[in-house]
């Protein structure tokens, strides 16, 4: 691994200091030695209260643009909707040479909003950690949540290679697995891996709630694993995933019609009993989840891999 002081930043600006902001101070903190100073910004007073009072930040500011002067490297950690308007408001303050970075789920959307408020010599190099869980707020990070997690980056044609291999570092720093990549391709990757599964998940936990022989009680009191699992990913921040799937409306819809076409075939085959078929198609979902397991991805343990104490699965 590189060694600290090689991706060592003066100032590091979080613009959002919910679980991925708050998770990357944590793990700045960690390791030691990657930043001299870790400034954040939210719209929210009792969350810059929060972060400076348990110490994710040495300062936290309402406005971002206070936030990011002086800034070397700074990290758009809000909600992607909200990433044009910051951008707009934090393009004038960026410092020259400062590396300007996101963490957001979707990328293309993010090139095209935030790129032309970007000035001449400030390497915009967007990203997104492969990480999380459905908890939000500044007291919801830690400093392990990158650990063995693939971060993905998806260089702009004007990022200097330094400054790409720059914050390639500070991910390792932090545990993360580097991926580059083209935003499309991020885009169209995790509509599949990510994007779909969370909509199947809120689709699925409504379905049942709107049942109309299957009371609210039972719902509840009779969850299965399976059901169980699917509200996990449910709990997970609305604002963001209104935002994922708005700005990644074409690989979405497409994924969606693929499922939508996979999802008949195993109608078709339930209706005309192949078990035959059935027993195929599990076999090969299953083959891809010991994939999963064997990539170091998850555990096999019972409840996705969580322990009981801490709850706090990987999550795209």
Known sequence: MTGAAEVRFRRVALIGIGLIGSSISHAIRRHGGLAETIVGSSPTASTRDKAVEIGLVDAAFADPAVAVAGADLVILCAPVG????????????????????????????????VGPYVPAGVDFIPGHPIAGTEQ???????????????????????????????LVQFWKALGSNVELMTAEHHDRVLAITSHLPHLIAFNIVNTAAHLERV????????????????????????????????????????????????????????????????????????????????????TPAPDFGRSPQTKKPPQG
């Not at 939000?136 to 291999?165: H, K, M, N, Q, Y």
């Open 82 to 113: 909200a990433y044009a308007r910051i951008a707009k408001s934090i393009g004038p303050a960026l410092s020259p040479g400062a590396i300007l970075t996101d963490v957001g789920s979707v990328k293309a959307a993010v090139v095209a909003d």
């Open 136 to 166: 939000s707020g500044p007291e919801s990070g830690f400093a392990s949540l990158f650990d063995g997690r693939w971060c993905i980056l998806t260089p702009t044609a004007t990022a200097r290679a330094e400054a790409v291999e720059r």
């Open 215 to 298: 009371t609210d009680s039972e719902v509840i009191k009779f969850s299965a694993g399976g059901f169980r699992d699917f509200t996990r990913i449910a709990a997970s921040d609305p604002t963001m995933w209104r935002d994922v799937f708005l700005n990644n409306k074409a690989a979405v819809l497409e994924m969606l019609g693929r499922f939508t076409e996979d999802l008949f075939h195993l109608q078709r085959a339930i209706r005309y009993d192949d078990g035959e078929e059935l027993f195929q198609l599990f076999g090969e979902a299953r083959e891809i989840r010991r994939g999963i397991i064997m990539a170091g991805q998850d």
